[in-house]
């Protein structure tokens, strides 16, 4: 009888071999080519798992600032054909053999996300094969984060005129912001923040972890951002940061002051930050994500006409979470 070839894990040697790498499917699939001539993905951060020719697994990371390390773990996938033993185990050293390479020695294991269908849980053979992936992550000392619903706003879709309650001003400054960023940390529903208030952060220094973590990245113009106020009195009631990323308009972040929650507040807020993105040229829709646990938000997101046309896992290795996977 034939042995089977031993396995190989290995990077890519260049841009040359993103055809190997694509021969297993993911809805990212067609970011690669741009990802890797921008310099947010580097080959030597992709990595395969071959039996001869068969390419049976693949990972990779990602950043969003060419130059630094990797900023998250965007890509893992095993041949579906594989068995459930062949595949934790052929998992599990391509993870643990590609990370000792990719991660700097001594620093933390950059989280992994993942975009999967809205109904993976009812899809059987799609439930099989990400509950196996998670398997691996669990294995190699991860643990689920958050479970994240994508929306997605479409043009075409009616954004409503502004109801008067509220008056909107840009954003003035980093201070400005972060000063109504600090307060809406309290009682926050967001796991990334729960995780970021449970490691000791302050409620000021996880605002300010997420501004300069994220926020201050964003190269479209800052006059989109806008803060929301009483009209009769000035005093400020939420916030939202419409935004572009690398990929695609964006709701980046959205949130309402703890004294003012519970008012419908939240609705002509996102319908504003809406306004901004929808009226620029060119837009075919708009993203934006929200924890699956924070049904205020995503009722919200309901009412304005997004979309919840996939869901998204965070699994991470070195930060407090609750299980949503």
Known sequence: M??????????????????????????????LPDDLASGRRLPEWMWVALRGDRLVGR??????????????LDFFDLDPELSAEDAAEIGLRLLETATATVVPAGAPRPEY????????????????????????????????????LRLEWRAGTPVPEPAGRLAFRPVRDREDLLALMTPVMEGTLDAHGQADLASGLSLREAAELH??????????????????????????????????????????YIGVLPAHRGRGHIDEILAEGTRVLSAQDDVA?????????????????????????????????????????
Do not use: C, K
């Not at 089977?4 to 990212?28: C, H, I, K, N, T």
């Not at 950043?63 to 990797?70: F, V």
């Not at 269908?117 to 991860?142: I, K, M, N, Y």
């Open 113 to 148: 996300g993942r975009f999967m269908p809205a109904d993976w849980r009812e899809a059987a053979g799609t439930r099989t094969q990400l509950e196996r992936l998670f398997g691996v992550l669990e294995a190699s000392g991860a643990r689920p984060l958050v479970e994240r």
């Open 211 to 252: 501004y300069d973590e994220e926020l201050a990245h964003y190269t479209t113009p800052r006059d989109w951002w806008r803060i929301a106020e009483l009209p009769e009195t000035g005093e400020p009631v939420g916030f939202v940061v419409p935004a572009r990323n690398s990929y695609h308009p964006i709701i980046a």
């Open 2 to 31: 034939t042995s089977a070839p031993a396995l190989v894990v290995r990077p890519l040697s260049g841009p040359q071999e993103l055809d190997l790498f694509d021969r297993l499917d993911y809805v990212l699939d067609h970011e």
């Open 59 to 72: 990972i990779s990371w990602w950043t969003g600032r060419p130059g630094t390390a990797p900023q998250a």
């Open 285 to 325: 829709r708009i993203r934006a994500a929200t924890d699956l646990g924070n049904v205020p938000m995503a009722r919200s997101f309901a009412r304005a006409g997004y979309v919840n046309f996939e869901r998204s896992v965070n699994f991470v290795w070195d930060a407090p979470g609750t299980e949503g996977a």
